[in-house]
């Protein structure tokens, strides 16, 4: 590939991270055509609107749908590199990683490839996924060479470059944040740090081989999951000896090398809750931390369904004329983080979707990012805040969303899962 610019580029996969990425490409005046199977993602991109929620990212897809610079289409188009960013499921109960939709971005591209282009792996994907996409491109198109056979003098060129954004500041990290790239040879690496230093002002730092680089995400995300397995096995403990866990986590915060992450109702999302997977199943026998780390999340959200079934126990022996039909629940936030509408892998979500199942009186979910409940929440009604506050015999907090914490109001039966109401400005005296 020449050292010229790159002047048309295609995303494979327009969710939380293509549809992204592909607007911060555009913005640059590149053209960028975002292939996606979601006809309604397509159209609704190409009316200039956005189907997920991020701040900014409506504003610079409006921007750049009208000046021409990014369109949405179902079936991919020949350009000069190809960034895939499609999901990596589960498949089965050992948590072993699907390839499926990576290999079938692969196979939908493979027509559409020239001498010189390049092909970007974003997908977080399991050690080996890099080598199994460049395997299925060579397979699909035998007249083009790839650099796992002629290296570097390869036809096409092939990388891996995961993400590492935070889903609310997307539209910021897609640009600050420092970049790991992996390529198959050093001219793949170099031909996609100079794809990335199109909109990254971070560093792109050139690791020694895709494997690496999927490693080195897989390890970023494992970390923060085993110090979440900590804070989470510490609200256990501290709730058995009836201590307030926050206050104990900021104390103990407050040593130079102390950093403990904060509690929640388990682990969701996209990446945390998924990749430790990926590392325990290429080894399953050398990640014994990492396994029971993954296991402590999992298993949060039933400590959580105890804790709500005790509170409707004790109400009922409040109120002995009633019974479980009669009391409301109120679940606050489905999203798997604050203050966006993400409900991949949410603990959140699961821990209200089994609520539902067990108890057979009313539920009522808030969720201030969407407008639908999934149709996982069958029974379960939609409401505003100030509806719940007012309904509500059982409050429980899974999700800490700034409006919940602008407004909450605090019953006698509250689980508080996520530390609303603890007091984490406390005064401390300190003897001299």
Request: charged share 20%.
């Given at each position: 590939?020449?050292?010229?610019?790159?002047?048309?580029?295609?995303?494979?996969?327009?969710?939380?991270?293509?549809?992204?990425?592909a607007?911060?490409?555009?913005?640059?005046?590149?053209?960028?055509?975002?292939?996606?199977?979601?006809?309604?993602a397509?159209?609704?991109?190409?009316?200039?609107?956005?189907?997920?929620?991020?701040?900014?990212?409506?504003?610079?897809?409006?921007?750049?749908?009208?000046?021409?610079?990014?369109?949405?289409?179902?079936?991919?188009?020949?350009?000069?590199?190809?960034?895939?960013?499609?999901?990596?499921?589960?498949?089965?109960?050992?948590?072993?990683?699907?390839?499926?939709?990576?290999?079938?971005?692969?196979?939908?591209?493979?027509?559409?490839?020239?001498?010189?282009?390049?092909?970007?792996?974003?997908?977080?994907?399991?050690?080996?996924?890099?080598?199994?996409?460049?395997?299925?491109?060579?397979?699909?198109?035998?007249?083009?060479?790839?650099?796992?056979?002629?290296?570097?003098?390869?036809?096409?060129?092939?990388?891996?470059?995961?993400?590492?954004?935070?889903?609310?500041?997307?539209?910021?990290?897609?640009?600050?944040?420092?970049?790991?790239?992996?390529?198959?040879?050093?001219?793949?690496?170099?031909?996609a740090?100079?794809?990335?230093?199109?909109?990254?002002?971070?560093?792109?730092?050139?690791?020694?081989?895709?494997?690496?680089?999927?490693?080195?995400?897989?390890?970023?995300?494992?970390?923060?999951?085993?110090?979440?397995?900590?804070?989470?096995?510490?609200?256990?403990?501290?709730?058995?000896?009836?201590?307030?866990?926050?206050?104990?986590?900021?104390?103990?915060?407050?040593?130079?090398?102390?950093?403990?992450?904060?509690?929640?109702?388990?682990?969701?999302?996209?990446?945390?809750?998924?990749?430790?997977?990926?590392?325990?199943?290429?080894?399953?026998?050398e990640a014994?931390?990492?396994?029971?780390?993954?296991?402590?999340?999992?298993?949060?959200?039933?400590?959580?369904?105890?804790?709500?079934?005790?509170?409707?126990?004790?109400?009922?022996?409040?109120?002995?004329?009633?019974?479980?039909?009669?009391?409301?629940?109120?679940?606050?936030?489905?999203?798997?983080?604050?203050?966006?509408?993400?409900?991949?892998?949410?603990?959140?979500?699961?821990?209200v979707?089994?609520?539902?199942?067990?108890?057979?009186?009313?539920?009522?979910?808030?969720?201030?990012?969407?407008?639908?409940?999934?149709?996982?929440?069958?029974?379960?009604?939609?409401v505003?805040?100030?509806?719940?506050?007012?309904?509500?015999?059982?409050?429980?907090?899974?999700?800490g969303?700034?409006?919940?914490?602008?407004?909450?109001?605090r019953?006698?039966?509250?689980?508080?899962?996520?530390?609303?109401?603890?007091?984490?400005?406390?005064?401390?005296?300190?003897?001299?």
């Amino acid at each position: 590939m020449s050292e010229k610019s790159f002047t048309r580029i295609s995303v494979i996969g327009l969710g939380y991270i293509g549809l992204p990425t592909a607007a911060m490409f555009a913005s640059r005046k590149i053209e960028v055509v975002g292939v996606d199977v979601n006809q309604h993602a397509v159209d609704t991109i190409n009316k200039g609107e956005v189907h997920i929620v991020e701040p900014d990212l409506d504003l610079v897809v409006r921007a750049v749908v009208k000046e021409g610079y990014l369109r949405a289409t179902m079936s991919p188009e020949p350009a000069e590199a190809f960034l895939i960013a499609v999901p990596t499921p589960f498949k089965g109960e050992n948590h072993d990683p699907d390839l499926g939709y990576i290999e079938a971005a692969a196979r939908a591209i493979a027509p559409v490839l020239k001498v010189g282009n390049l092909v970007i792996l974003e997908s977080t994907s399991p050690v080996g996924a890099t080598e199994a996409m460049a395997a299925w491109l060579a397979d699909a198109r035998p007249d083009l060479s790839f650099p796992q056979t002629a290296g570097e003098a390869a036809d096409i060129r092939v990388a891996h470059c995961p993400e590492r954004v935070l889903p609310g500041k997307v539209m910021q990290e897609l640009i600050t944040n420092d970049r790991v790239i992996g390529g198959m040879t050093r001219a793949c690496s170099e031909a996609a740090a100079r794809l990335y230093h199109t909109f990254v002002s971070g560093e792109c730092v050139l690791a020694s081989s895709p494997r690496v680089a999927e490693m080195t995400k897989l390890t970023e995300n494992t970390f923060r999951d085993v110090n979440i397995a900590f804070a989470n096995e510490l609200s256990l403990i501290c709730d058995r000896l009836e201590m307030d866990v926050w206050e104990l986590i900021q104390l103990a915060n407050r040593h130079p090398r102390v950093n403990i992450l904060q509690p929640g109702p388990g682990v969701g999302g996209h990446c945390i809750a998924v990749d430790p997977w990926f590392i325990v199943s290429s080894s399953p026998e050398e990640a014994q931390l990492i396994r029971t780390a993954r296991n402590v999340n999992v298993g949060k959200p039933d400590w959580v369904i105890a804790k709500v079934h005790a509170a409707v126990e004790l109400h009922l022996s409040r109120n002995p004329k009633l019974s479980t039909k009669d009391v409301t629940i109120a679940c606050f936030g489905l999203a798997f983080k604050p203050d966006i509408d993400d409900l991949r892998e949410s603990p959140a979500l699961r821990i209200v979707q089994r609520l539902r199942q067990q108890h057979d009186g009313p539920m009522l979910a808030v969720e201030p990012n969407i407008s639908v409940l999934p149709t996982s929440l069958v029974g379960v009604e939609l409401v505003t805040d100030k509806t719940a506050y007012h309904r509500a015999d059982i409050q429980l907090y899974l999700v800490g969303h700034r409006q919940f914490r602008d407004v909450a109001q605090r019953n006698e039966n509250c689980i508080d899962t996520v530390g609303m109401f603890s007091n984490r400005e406390r005064q401390y005296t300190h003897s001299r």
